[in-house]
């Protein structure tokens, strides 16, 4: 186990270095320059230019920008400072961060219960109507673009019936979260539920399961415990991969709903080119994919025994 | 684990529920069938790929000829329908059924119009994804070793990208952005997903036994890989590839409605959806139409995937 982690460990540092490079690369091959565009209209003194340039060192090799930056996130945790505003981004982050967390949180816990609640039901009752009208209704919302399902919740449960605000306000509250939170995540929802279902109808069949039911055990332990924990492994495994999605997916939702969170950082950094901002995040983003893809796979032992790390 | 347990598609799962409960197919004298064959006696009874095909086949006739199904002009309004929403009932298929837009041009003719953006993005973006995809995978999953290593851990980096935000970034470092810049965004982030699907295809193929009767017939590298590991590998390719290109259509909507996809004067769902957002509370149907449309799209490539995986699949039947 101690082996297998560490061995895993040794893999993510070249995919991590791999994968902030690449969108280092990516960002700073973007035309336009941010520097210039802190000068608006007017035409700037190219002293003052490479002055700035050379200070926020935009003028170094490209591989060479990339070392400090990433030596700077590894050794002092400091990501570096926006380029128009000249905050640091940590502090842009930090006050966004929460934002999105809470969000994404929302849509998981919406996605976990409905969507193994769905699953369940369907699983159980394999080819029966209640199956057939979940499998429909799932497939309608795998269908409908994330930006789709938005404006229809906001049209239908805004404009039309006035149940909830069309935008959250500034104060971010939690009951304002919740339509945004669905539309995030409808999406995985759906994608649950019929894993949920695939995984359940396929186990019901499988003998350990007429074992159990052979030596009399309560029905509702044959489902709740040899039945579900084995049919989690491709659950939680897509979970796992999803925390990262969630919060790269915000970009939309929280456009359409108007939270100030991570979402709106990311659009207004790649259209203004602010590269340092951009990369942090990414660079955050990657790390909890990394990580969390690393728990899946020990999660994995704990749900079923047969697997062992040596 | 072996990794196609970790690509989202690999985890999509199945439409139809498995008919153990139907009696099997009729034991009849004909020969056995191929895998191809007897998917194809399954999918002719699957009304889900009956439904889907009817439509691809609508939204390809509409594709490759837009002016059968209406003389109206996509880019010429007149000012005097200007958001006219109003649909004049009883005449389906004329130029203001379902309203006009901003600039007066007909919504109904931009939205036949504009399937040809949608449906070129999501096949030339699967064809490239699978292609580049399944050659890495195979030699991956192949040769293993040193070469699975290095061209593992390049699959994780782009995989590491968040597919959207990776796809954003790549747009906008281009000035004038035409279908092909679109494809291009998307399939340099989306090969991944076929070439870990593709690789664990091939580590389990490699160990039957017709592939050991190949080798040890004297069969060179490449006619083992063509002829024998590629046909028999290529089932769960197909069936990814089929799910991810609604994904695909979905994917160029959502970047031009964020305005870094596709941009006028192209006419795209995504771009009109886009423009009919500042418009939602005085005329819907401009967001509207193209919503459905571009949902309906994405479900007839969704469900045909399905169909496709419930015949393919013989644990599913």
């Known amino acids: ?310 | 684990m072996p990794d196609v347990t970790k690509t989202v598609a690999a985890v999509e799962d199945a439409v139809a529920p498995p008919s153990a409960a139907q009696p099997a197919p009729a034991k009849n004298k004909d020969k056995a069938r191929s895998l191809w064959g007897d998917a194809w006696q399954d999918l002719r009874r699957n009304p889900y790929f009956l439904v889907s095909s009817v439509l691809i086949f609508i939204l390809l006739v509409i594709t490759a000829f837009p002016s059968l199904f209406t003389s109206a002009s996509p880019t010429v309004g007149d000012l005097v329908h200007h958001f006219n929403g109003k649909p004049e009932l009883g005449k389906v298929g004329s130029e203001g059924w379902l309203g006009y837009d901003g600039q007066g041009r007909s919504v109904y003719a931009r939205l036949i119009y504009g399937t040809r953006a949608s449906v070129i993005v999501g096949i030339c973006v699967t064809l490239i994804v699978t292609v580049i995809g399944s050659i890495m995978g195979m030699i991956a999953g192949y040769f293993g070793g040193v070469v699975d290593a290095v061209l593992s851990r390049i699959t994780d980096i782009f995989f590491g990208i968040p597919f959207l935000l990776g796809a954003m970034v790549v747009l906008q470092s281009f000035t004038e952005r035409t279908v092909w810049v679109v494809v291009f965004a998307l399939a340099f982030l989306g090969w991944t997903q076929i070439t870990r699907v593709m690789r664990g295809a091939v580590i389990t193929i490699k160990q039957a036994d017709y592939v050991h009767a190949a080798k040890a017939l004297g069969a060179g590298t490449g006619r083992i890989l063509l002829r024998h590991i590629m046909p028999n590998a290529m089932a769960p390719v197909i069936v990814v590839a089929t799910i991810a290109l609604g994904g695909y259509i979905s994917a160029e909507a959502t970047l031009s409605y964020l305005g870094l996809g596709l941009s006028s004067p192209t006419i795209s769902w995504g771009v009109d959806i886009s423009a009919g957002v500042n418009q939602i509370r005085v005329a819907q149907h401009i967001l509207l139409y193209p919503s459905i449309m571009l949902s309906l799209t994405v479900l007839a490539f969704i469900m045909l995937g399905e169909a496709v995986r419930n015949a393919l699949d013989p644990k599913l039947r």
């Not at chain 1, 969108?23 to 002055?51: C, H, Q, R, W």
């Open chain 1, 1 to 310: 186990m101690g082996r297998y982690v560490v061995r895993r460990l040794l893999q993510m540092i070249p995919v991590f270095i791999g994968t902030t490079l690449l969108i280092f690369l990516m960002v700073y091959s973007l035309p336009g320059d941010p520097v210039a565009g802190l000068f608006g209209d007017k035409a700037a003194n190219p002293a003052t230019v490479a002055k700035i340039r050379h200070d926020l060192g935009l003028d170094l090799p490209i591989l060479q920008q990339y070392w400090n930056y990433m030596s700077g996130i590894v050794l002092h945790f400091d990501f570096g400072n926006q380029i128009a505003s000249g905050r640091p981004v940590t502090d842009v982050l930090g006050d966004a961060f929460p934002v999105t967390l809470q969000l994404a949180a929302l849509a998981f816990a919406f996605e976990l219960i409905f969507g193994i609640g769905l699953g369940v039901i369907a699983g159980l009752r394999a080819g029966r109507l209640a199956d057939n009208a979940i499998l429909i209704f799932t497939l309608l919302i795998i269908s409908v673009p994330v930006f789709v399902l938005g404006f229809i919740i906001k049209m239908v449960f805004a404009f039309e019936l006035g149940w909830i605000a069309p935008n959250v306000s500034n104060d971010q509250l939690l009951s304002e979260m919740i339509a945004p939170a669905v539309v995030l995540g409808g999406l995985s929802l759906a994608y649950v539920a019929r894993l949920t279902r695939t995984s359940m109808a396929e186990n019901l069949r499988a003998d350990y399961m007429r074992t159990a039911v052979a030596k009399g055990l309560p029905r509702r332990r044959v489902i709740g415990v040899h039945l579900m924990r084995n049919s989690m492994i491709p659950v939680v495994t897509f979970l796992g991969t999803d925390i990262g999605a969630l919060m790269g997916g915000a970009v939309v939702t929280e456009g359409i709903f108007n939270v100030k969170g991570v979402g709106g950082i990311i659009y207004e950094s790649i259209i203004r080119r602010e590269g340092t901002t951009l990369v942090g995040l990414v660079t955050v983003l990657v790390l909890v994919y990394l990580v969390t893809s690393l728990l899946i796979d020990l999660l994995y032992a704990v749900l079923d025994p047969r697997i062992r790390y040596a």
